[in-house]
């Protein structure tokens, strides 16, 4: 299967096939997300909670999403690897922005970066990586990073000025240079009428058809403790199988089922009888020594 390119993404667009995006955190997400033939592993900066159990994206730094980036991409052949850029460190200026986006290009091997909103603020700093020469994806609707300015983790567009707010930031997005942007959170009926005046990819994340979806690994595998966003579909059990190996192997442990013959290296008779000679001398040493 060949890696996938930018040029690659567009031609899906125009073609009508579907993009497939996953969010993934460490070497082994990344593995089983290139052995399912995935489009796009996207290193979220939600790795600050489903990974590193902070309360929110606010607290990862730039150094612990570059060590998620790293084993990524380690794991990663054919799909493209997108990093979210955490919150702090593209804010305060353009160059800022640029040098954050360059240590995940050269220190992780990122593909592109992430960088929500849609402001002109953010518009400048897409720019200006985009003019670095690291390509932008954009990220518009729910902004976890900014969510308390938009009155929580709430959807977006629904009003008349959310939905207008929109499709101006999707526009000013695209001609900013960012070659695909994520929408979160959004009435399916919004991302259509976006879809129908955007050139670039849009991909979905509760908000109905797109050009592609992406979803959290851990969400989608049962992973994620409590409850999920109302966008999340649950394809697997992982996390109650899981608890339930571990919870089968702590009673074999405490029952002492656990480890078996098969479980165990065999040993030769002459080495265990030099160890229990050596034993007796040490042993009888230390008495005499006390």
């Known amino acids: 299967m060949p890696r996938m390119t930018l040029t690659r993404l567009t031609e899906m667009r125009a073609q009508g096939e579907q993009i497939v995006m996953v969010t993934a ?10 052995r399912a033939g995935v489009d796009m592993v996207l290193v979220g900066d939600s790795g600050a909670q489903t990974v590193l159990g902070h309360e929110s994206t606010v607290g990862v730094t730039v150094d612990e999403m570059l060590v998620l980036a790293q084993a990524v991409r380690r794991g990663t052949e054919t799909a493209l690897v997108v ?6 460190s593209t804010e305060v200026s ?3 922005a640029v040098e954050t986006a360059i240590r995940f290009a050269k ?27 690291i ?21 977006q567009g629904r009003s008349v000025a959310s939905a207008e707010r929109l499709v101006d930031e999707a526009l000013a997005v695209q001609d900013a240079g960012a070659f ?10 919004i991302t259509a009428v976006l879809r129908s005046v955007l050139d670039v990819p849009l991909i979905g994340i509760g908000a109905g058809p797109a050009d592609g979806q992406v979803l959290v690994l851990h969400d989608l595998l049962g992973v994620t403790e409590g409850k999920t966003a109302k966008f999340v ?8 199988d899981t608890v339930a190996a571990i919870t089968a192997y702590a009673s074999e442990v405490r029952s002492a089922a656990f480890p078996g013959g098969e479980h165990r290296y065999a040993a030769r008779a002459d080495a265990v009888d030099a160890a229990r000679d050596r034993a007796g001398v040490l042993a009888a040493h230390r008495d005499n020594a006390r």
């Open 25 to 34: 955190y460490d070497y082994p997400g990344a593995r089983a997300a290139e």
């Open 83 to 88: 990093c979210d850029v955490p919150f702090g």
């Open 94 to 96: 353009d160059a800022q």
């Open 107 to 133: 220190e992780a091997g990122a593909d592109a970066v992430k960088i929500e909103g849609g402001g002109q603020a953010r518009l400048s700093r897409v720019r200006a990586i985009v003019a670095a020469g």
């Open 135 to 155: 390509p932008v994806v954009g990220h518009i609707g729910l902004t976890p990073q900014t969510a308390t300015a938009l009155g929580g983790m709430r959807a």
């Open 180 to 189: 695909c942007i994520v929408i979160e959170a959004v009435p399916a009926e």
């Open 233 to 240: 579909k649950q394809y697997g059990t992982i996390g109650d």
